[in-house]
């Protein structure tokens, strides 16, 4: 679907959150997104604004859209050491968007046990509010997630 392009004040809510990334946007109606680029010349998309294609060289013609919200793990590790306030164990997972597009994000809802956790688990994506991955420092951020597709949890 195609959208205009926003700015990073466009991702401020009525609440005084805003989006994490450049790319996460939250609307008026409080529901977040994550922006992406596709080529109208080859229909390449890409996470986040672009103004050039990657693939085929296309200088104008990317469109702004919003990523799909559903995806494949296509890769993963999980982290025991991080920064200080990081909570660990988590897993850092790189998703392949069924829309087109790949994006990195934390995997949540799951245990991370290596043995649970096939590659192509099929997840969608979800917002929450950053400080549950980064404690109290993420508080006013608005942060995407991967849960298993099969998650009830909205």
């Not at 200088?59 to 559903?70: F, H, N, Q």
Request: charged share 20%; glycine share 14%; with cysteine.
């Amino acid at each position: 679907m195609k959208m205009d392009t926003y700015s990073v004040m466009d991702s401020i809510d009525a609440r005084g959150r805003q989006g994490a990334t450049l790319y996460t946007h939250i609307g008026d109606d409080g529901s977040a997104w994550l922006e992406g680029s596709r080529c109208a010349a080859c229909g390449t998309v890409y996470t986040g604004a672009r103004t050039s294609c990657g693939r085929c060289f296309a200088r104008d013609g990317l469109e702004s859209i919003r990523l799909g919200a559903t995806g494949k793990l296509y890769n993963y590790t999980v982290v025991y050491r991080s920064y200080p306030h990081i909570k660990v164990p988590f897993v850092a997972a790189i998703v392949d968007l069924d829309e087109g597009g790949t994006i990195k994000g934390n995997l949540v809802g799951i245990d991370p046990d290596p043995a649970r956790i096939p590659f192509g688990l099929p997840v969608r994506v979800i917002f929450r509010g950053a400080e549950e991955a980064i404690g109290e420092q993420g508080e006013g951020f608005v942060a995407h997630f991967f849960v298993p597709a099969s998650e009830g949890e909205a």
